[in-house]
């Protein structure tokens, strides 16, 4: 069992729930939109996606089993041009799967891919203890097309270029709050697996007994594995 | 080119409404997007302008704080934090954003969540081409708590001697940080265009205009209108042509 296959899991029921109802898109990537940071005041913004008074959920899982995720971009819910509304909420899930080593640097260099994906004409913040993306799409980049399948293709470009990575697979979901709660789940597991993992490699000295993550290695056997693993490394 | 402007200047002798001026002439130009800074505690430039940030800076220091206290966080994940949050603090009008600093509420040393801040605030700054500085005293704080380097140094006095001298160390003071490229004195509230004859400016800072005592400044400021709503009057035209010609907006 990886340290992410029970929320991956989670992730695929809900897709194969939203299959079914026929409420999943699968986008075709569209590459090439121009990559720039781009800082996009309100007056210039068509759309807010994932605003913090609209809720937003964020997260990353990866898994060695290669039957779980495969290339490719979801979506749930209206894309960029079917959105009315000046904002709506958003749910950005990265799968990933490939042979993960050292899992501290793994997720690391996953974040970075994410976190590093910066296209012209969409302001993209992240908040990770919040689990959280807030995107605005500029009045510009909505006229000239700009869809969630070029941010989708953005993020799979990123994430196929670490050495690690098999497969990638991201899930947007637009369609509304409902939608989001159902995913809450995964997401707080996940974040409080990363937390731990955070906590482990950035904080040497701490007492089990007492850290605030001790019910999530409780539960995450790997994160066990990977604590014994270090405390024999530091031993030796 | 992102362009930063500190506005300094004894308390009292109008920076603030200086700063609100040219925030509210910058707004109606438009074509320019300008990060406004409210860097003094007691949060005048607010008042001044009727636009209100949603959080301050110092709220948000608080909350990284409390999240390095939780753990859990890598210092990236707090730098990626800082601006999302930097950018939830900011209130919006048109071309120009606002970021208030505020009061600090935590005492302790937190040396690196101020560098984090400072250059969360930086890098935000970089994505405008003006940042416009109300400074509550001297450039030392600006450079502490707000940025590195300043471009223009603006230093505004009344006629008092008192407000001359300050301005005069606070030019020192800025020397001694090496943080200033350019420097010009604002003389304000002049009662008569004589007054300029009876004091003796500072050498060294180029005087770059004088401004009126103005009675339209003045109702602005004592029945807390907007800024953003002043008409043409001797000060505000005098305020604004000063600090076009000198280049500064």
């Known amino acids: 069992m990886g340290l992410f296959d029970a929320q991956a899991r989670s992730v695929l029921a809900f897709l194969a729930d939203k299959r079914a109802r026929k409420e999943l898109i699968e986008l075709a990537p569209r590459a090439g939109w121009p990559e720039a940071p781009s800082l996009v005041l309100e007056e210039d913004t068509a759309l807010e996606?994932?605003?913090?008074?609209?809720?937003?959920?964020?997260?990353?899982?990866?898994?060695?089993?290669?039957?779980?995720?495969?290339?490719?971009?979801?979506?749930?819910?209206?894309?960029?041009?079917?959105?009315?509304?000046?904002?709506?909420?958003?749910?950005?899930?990265?799968?990933?799967?490939?042979?993960?080593?050292?899992?501290?640097?793994?997720?690391?260099?996953?974040?970075?891919?994410?976190?590093?994906?910066?296209?012209?004409?969409?302001?993209?913040?992240?908040?990770?203890?919040?689990?959280?993306?807030?995107?605005?799409?500029?009045?510009?980049?909505?006229?000239r097309g700009f869809s969630l399948a070029h941010l989708g293709a953005a993020l799979l470009q990123k994430l196929k270029a670490v050495k690690f990575v098999r497969s990638a697979r991201i899930v947007f979901v637009t369609s509304g709050k409902p939608d989001l709660e159902a995913l809450t789940a995964p997401a707080r597991e996940t974040g409080r697996i990363a937390g731990a993992l955070n906590k482990m490699y950035e904080e040497m000295n701490y007492d089990c007994a007492e850290c605030e993550y001790s019910d999530v290695c409780a539960e995450a056997i790997e994160l066990k594995k990977i604590r014994e693993r270090m405390v024999k490394r530091s031993a030796t | 080119m992102s362009r930063v402007v500190a506005v300094c200047g004894k308390g009292g002798v109008g920076k603030t409404t200086v700063s609100a001026i040219l925030a509210s002439e910058l707004c109606r130009r438009g074509g320019r997007r300008v990060l406004l800074v409210d860097a003094d505690h007691a949060g005048g430039l607010s008042m001044a302008l009727g636009i209100a940030a949603r959080r301050t800076m110092n709220?948000?220091?608080?909350?990284?704080?409390?999240?390095?206290?939780?753990?859990?966080?890598?210092?990236?994940?707090?730098?990626?934090?800082?601006?999302?949050?930097?950018?939830?603090?900011?209130?919006?009008?048109?071309?120009?954003?606002?970021?208030?600093?505020?009061?600090?509420?935590?005492?302790?040393?937190?040396?690196?969540?101020?560098?984090?801040?400072?250059?969360?605030?930086?890098?935000?700054?970089?994505?405008?081409?003006?940042?416009?500085?109300?400074?509550?005293?001297?450039?030392?704080?600006?450079?502490?708590?707000?940025?590195?380097?300043?471009?223009?140094?603006?230093?505004?006095?009344?006629?008092?001697?008192?407000?001359?001298?300050?301005?005069?160390?606070?030019?020192?003071?800025?020397?001694?940080?090496?943080?200033?490229?350019?420097?010009?004195?604002?003389?304000?509230?002049?009662?008569?265009?004589?007054?300029?004859?009876?004091?003796?400016?500072?050498?060294?800072?180029?005087?770059?205009?004088?401004?009126?005592?103005?009675?339209?400044?003045?109702?602005?400021?004592?029945?807390?209108?907007?800024?953003?709503?002043?008409?043409?009057?001797?000060?505000?035209?005098?305020?604004?042509?000063?600090?076009?010609?000198a280049g500064i907006i």
């Open chain 2, 59 to 245: 709220q948000v220091r608080q909350e990284i704080i409390g999240e390095i206290k939780e753990g859990g966080s890598s210092r990236r994940d707090l730098a990626l934090s800082l601006d999302y949050l930097m950018m939830e603090a900011v209130g919006e009008r048109g071309p120009l954003a606002f970021l208030a600093i505020g009061r600090p509420e935590e005492a302790g040393c937190y040396c690196s969540v101020n560098t984090l801040l400072k250059n969360a605030l930086e890098l935000l700054a970089g994505g405008f081409d003006l940042t416009l500085i109300d400074a509550e005293a001297g450039v030392e704080q600006v450079s502490r708590q707000v940025m590195s380097k300043v471009d223009y140094l603006l230093l505004v006095s009344d006629t008092s001697a008192k407000g001359l001298k300050v301005a005069v160390e606070i030019l020192d003071a800025a020397t001694g940080l090496a943080a200033v490229n350019a420097t010009g004195l604002l003389v304000n509230r002049l009662r008569s265009p004589r007054e300029l004859e009876s004091i003796s400016l500072p050498p060294g800072i180029p005087l770059i205009g004088t401004a009126p005592e103005d009675d339209t400044i003045r109702r602005f400021d004592v029945e807390g209108l907007s800024f953003f709503d002043i008409p043409a009057s001797p000060g505000v035209d005098a305020i604004i042509r000063s600090c076009v010609s």
């Open chain 1, 49 to 143: 996606l994932g605003h913090p008074l609209q809720g937003s959920l964020a997260f990353i899982v990866w898994t060695s089993d290669p039957g779980i995720v495969g290339d490719g971009i979801d979506l749930v819910g209206p894309d960029v041009d079917a959105i009315s509304q000046a904002r709506a909420p958003l749910a950005q899930i990265v799968m990933v799967s490939g042979e993960f080593g050292e899992e501290y640097e793994c997720y690391r260099e996953l974040k970075d891919a994410v976190y590093g994906v910066k296209l012209t004409g969409v302001m993209a913040r992240a908040m990770p203890s919040r689990q959280s993306f807030w995107y605005r799409v500029s009045r510009e980049a909505r006229a």
